[in-house]
């Protein structure tokens, strides 16, 4: 069983930027980083494959950069330009075959 872990979660201003980290990101999975607002339901935010191949949902195209440095075993989501609808618990995923594991998320606050 792998536990990951988040962490960079953090009250934010609008405009500003933030960078989650997650651990340990396995070479051979694929990283995913979800969201949940308060009250709705659980999406996908952005992937990356352990061959490096990017996704993004449109709300994040543009703003947010998935990446992973195998070396550190570790996911990052950098995202810039920051607004209020962005807040929400942030979690990591690593799926692989037929493994699949999520962290606890880390919160996300943006506010003035």
């Known amino acids: 069983q792998v536990q990951l872990v988040e962490s960079g979660g953090g009250l934010v201003q609008p405009g500003g930027s933030l960078r989650l980290s997650c651990a340990p990101a396995?070479?051979?999975?694929?990283m995913g980083w979800y969201r949940q607002a308060p009250g709705k339901q659980r999406e996908l935010v952005a992937s990356i494959t352990s061959g490096g191949y990017t996704y993004y949902v449109d709300f994040a195209e543009g703003r947010f950069t998935i990446s992973r440095d195998n070396a550190k075993n570790t996911a990052y989501l950098q995202m810039n330009s920051l607004k209020p609808e962005d807040t929400a618990v942030y979690y990591c995923n690593a799926r692989a075959f037929a493994m699949d594991y999520w962290g606890k998320g880390t919160l996300v606050t943006v506010s003035s």
């Open positions: 396995g070479k051979i999975f694929t």
